[in-house]
């Protein structure tokens, strides 16, 4: 149980083009969703919580107007990244909560797979 | 200073080895600690999950959580070539609460 899927696992695209990630709990429900960055040999940086019927809550230094997140229903939050730069080229991961985990482990993340993306 | 420190490595041993990889921490509130596996270019998956201070078994991995010291490790016996990858330590305040991260060791098994 508690699988996570992200699409695609990987794009290339134009500088200056708009990619959008998919982030899906397969089996569960998650209220609560979570985007990250990881740089090669680097851990992984916290962008944003989704939350499902509201907005996202960024954290400090990632902009909003770029990176936008939509949790429009509880198994599927996006990520779009807007006019891509090259220093946009990352793997992006995200990673969601099961609400109905025992109090002790409701917090315990399930991570998708991660989409690597390259802007050219 | 960072909440949570993880020396990045990597960390190279033979085959059979037993590996020790350690995190320590800054903040006397965290009760929650996980271990992560990361593959390269793979998302993380859990391994370890502990809660206050104490040992945990899991097969070959032991995590080990120390609060008087803010130190918490992963053991792993028995170490085999399919055992590396990065680690991450992951830790939080309370239940349903945002997780604090490691930078990940880097760990590497040799034949």
């Known amino acids: 149980g508690a699988v996570v899927s992200q699409h695609p696992s990987w794009v290339i695209c134009k500088s200056g083009t708009s990619v959008k990630i998919e982030c899906r709990s397969l089996d569960f429900q998650a209220t609560t969703m979570f985007w990250y960055r990881q740089f090669p040999k680097q851990s992984l940086m916290l962008m944003a919580t989704?939350?499902?019927?509201?907005?996202?809550?960024?954290e400090q230094g990632v902009e909003k107007d770029k990176f936008l997140i939509n949790h429009a229903s509880l198994t599927l939050s996006t990520l779009t990244v807007t006019s891509a730069h090259p220093e946009d080229s990352s793997f992006y991961i995200c990673?969601?909560?099961?609400?109905?985990?025992?109090?002790?482990?409701?917090?315990?993340?399930?991570f998708g797979p991660g989409t690597r993306l390259t802007v050219l | 200073q960072k909440e949570v420190e993880q020396d990045p490595g990597p960390l190279s041993v033979p085959e059979g080895a037993i590996v020790s990889l350690n995190c320590t921490y800054s903040?006397?509130?965290?009760?929650?600690f996980m271990w992560y596996r990361q593959y390269s270019r793979k998302g993380p998956e859990l391994l370890m999950y502990t809660y206050s201070s104490g040992n945990k078994e899991d097969g070959r991995f032991t995590a080990q959580v120390d609060k008087s010291s803010k130190y918490i490790s992963l053991f792993i016996r028995d170490s085999q070539p399919s055992d590396s990858a990065t680690y991450l330590c992951a830790m939080s305040v309370r239940s349903n609460y945002q997780l604090i991260w490691g930078a990940g060791t880097k760990l590497i098994i040799k034949p």
């Open positions: 903040n006397s509130a965290f009760q929650y």
């Open positions: 990673s969601a909560r099961d609400p109905l985990l025992r109090t002790s482990r409701s917090n315990e993340q399930f």
């Open positions: 989704s939350n499902e019927g509201s907005k996202a809550t960024y």
